[in-house]
Each structure stands twice: as C-alpha cells, then as structure tokens.
C-alpha cells in the first residue's frame, strides 16, 4: 500500500484529462490549466484540442478535450479533490451521469502506479477512450498501461476503428497515424478563428 504522505512528499508525473462541452469549450479548458497552475500544479506538456462526439447521446453538445502531462506534490485524493473544486468554481452541476458539463478533469494516470485507496487509478475506462488514448499518444509515444502493461499503440489498435484520414491539420499528424496505427479514427480538424495560429483542434470522428 502506498502511504498518502509518501506520496504527497515527491512531486509525481501524472496525467490529466480536461473536457467539456458547455458553454465556451476552449476557454473552460484554459481557465481549468490556469488554475491548475496557480495551485502549484507544473504543466510539462499540453496536447493539442480533440473535438468528440457525446457518448452515449451524440444529441449533445460535442466535446473538446485535452490532455495534460503534470508534475504535482499532490498525493492522488488529495489532486482528485483539487479536480473536483475546479470543476465546481468553473460551473460543473449535480446531473445525471453523462449529461454536458463545463468541465470535466479526470486523473488518467498517477506516476504510472496502480492505486485503489480512495481512488481508483488508472482511470477505469482510459484504455477505451479515443479522446483519451490519441493526445496521450501525442504526448508520450512509450506511455503503458500501469495495469495491463500494454503500451499505448496496441491500446489505440484494440480500438478497432478502421482507419480513415480524410484530412489533417498537420503533415506530422498524417504520418505518425499512418506510420504506427493499424486502427484510428479520422482526425479532422476544426475550424475556430479564436484559436492562436501554434494551436491544433483535432476532430476524431469514428467511421
């Protein structure tokens, strides 16, 4: 068992989802990394903008997510708790299980270590999830499972999404897909005028 103070003395690497699908998407992203920042949370690397369908009801709002790779003193209920406060101040309401939120932050992955004691790490369903699995790749091609010990690229094969790539932003993007899925989704991206030139919205569409 992993002690709580332990923990909480060495700053760990973790992993960060951040999604949301109400209001202005992007800008309820930044300020969630803002914040994170501000509560001494080091932000290493931030991956580009996914944009999903609402999953079950694809009637919803679409999604935007990202992913973030963070250096953190925070031992894992205490960081969950932060998560929590974060997604309360930026307008995150009691509601049925999967209904559209302002924000959304899930903790992927906590210094690659399994974790049962107050939470469950790594993230149940992470393995699943395109909108996961695709920045987490961007960020880090050699991540595995800390579990299943599978690494990220048989992960994104067991999707089973045909590939399909009708467009990209970026050459890089085209190639690193091409080069190392079998499987994929279609990245497509998404126009937003507000976004600076440096920055990628990348839309997964299963086909």
């Known amino acids: 068992m992993i002690r709580q103070d332990i923990l909480e003395s060495q700053a760990k690497l973790v992993y960060l989802g951040i999604g949301s699908n109400l209001g202005n998407r992007k800008s309820n992203i930044e300020r969630a990394r803002l914040i994170l920042l ?24 679409k999604f935007l997510n990202i992913v973030l790779k963070v250096r953190t003193h925070f031992g894992p209920v205490k960081l969950l708790k932060l998560c929590k406060k974060i997604e309360l101040f930026l307008g995150r309401k009691d509601s049925p299980k999967n209904s559209p939120r302002e924000c959304d932050i899930d903790i992927l992955d906590y210094d690659n270590k399994m974790i049962k004691k107050g939470i469950k790490l790594p993230h149940p369903r992470m393995h699943s999830r395109n909108f996961v699995l695709f920045p987490l790749f961007e960020l880090d091609k050699n991540w595995s499972h800390p579990v ?50 440096h920055e990628t919205v990348l839309d997964l569409v299963c086909r």
Not at 43 to 60: A, D, H, Q, R
Not at 178 to 188: D, H, K, M, T
Request: hydrophobic share 35%; aromatic share 10%; charged share 25%.
């Open 38 to 61: 501000e509560r001494n949370i080091e932000i290493l690397k931030s991956s580009s903008f996914y944009e999903t369908s609402s999953w079950p009801n694809p009637k919803n709002p």
């Open 148 to 197: 299943t010990k599978q690494d990220i690229k048989n992960l994104l094969n067991e999707l089973k999404v045909p590939l399909n790539f009708e467009m990209a932003d970026t050459e890089e993007m085209v190639n690193f897909a091409i080069e190392n899925l079998p499987y994929a989704c279609c990245i497509v991206p998404v126009s937003y005028t507000h976004l600076r030139a």
